[in-house]
């Protein structure tokens, strides 16, 4: 009987097949940790640049989505449909040529959508907690409804200063830990390959 590795995941399982699979291309993983590591610390020194640029991405991805449900729009039957998905479409091209037009006011839109989101998710994990706060263990979802709350409030209270750093500073730090899980996990699977070899 195969004993039960975390990492490979039990040598007759999917996950298992698959990481093996993966084993021979972990310098893959490593290379691009490596990129993104590079990229997050770059961020970080340059915070307007990155924040633009997050905004540029989002704005050039709602454009392309606009287009998409026009063409879709189109090609459906029914008067009512057509309207519908039409105005959706036109909605979605205007707001990300507005957000490609003038990327500080994107920036400021979305970070202050930004908070609010934040706001509203631990508003609403906070909410679930209490209903809940008898079981076991769920002292951690206050905790996180707590940061988010916070978060949500810092993000709103310096608005509309921060929105020219906050999302190039969140961009940032999720590069540097993509990366670095990333690069854990090329180097795992190095190890684990070199197991199997010996």
């Known amino acids: 009987m195969a004993q039960y590795d975390p990492v490979q995941g039990g040598a ?10 993966l084993g021979a291309h972990w310098g893959w993983f490593v290379a691009l940790g490596i990129l993104l590591v590079l990229l997050g610390a770059v961020a970080t020194v340059y915070v307007l640049v990155a924040t633009l640029a997050s905004v540029l991405f989002v704005g050039a991805f709602m454009l ?12 459906m039957s029914g008067w009512k449909l057509v309207m519908w998905w039409t105005l959706i479409g036109i909605l979605y091209c205007v707001a990300g040529g507005l957000v490609l037009y003038n990327p500080v006011g994107g920036a400021a839109i979305l970070t202050l959508l930004l908070g609010a989101t934040l706001i509203g998710i631990g508003a609403l994990r906070l909410w679930i907690w209490f209903q809940n ?12 409804s707590i940061i988010s709350l916070i978060a949500g409030v810092l993000i709103a209270i310096g608005w509309p200063a921060n929105s020219l750093w906050i999302l190039g500073f969140l961009l940032a730090i999720d590069l540097l830990f993509h990366g670095w899980m990333l690069i854990m996990l090329g180097l795992t699977l190095r190890n684990q390959r070199q197991l199997q070899t010996t």
């Open 12 to 21: 007759d399982t999917p996950l298992g097949e698959a990481l093996k699979s």
């Open 64 to 75: 392309v989505g606009g287009i998409a449900q026009l063409v879709h729009a189109w090609r």
């Open 133 to 144: 706060r008898s079981q076991p263990g769920w002292k951690w979802l206050a905790f996180s």
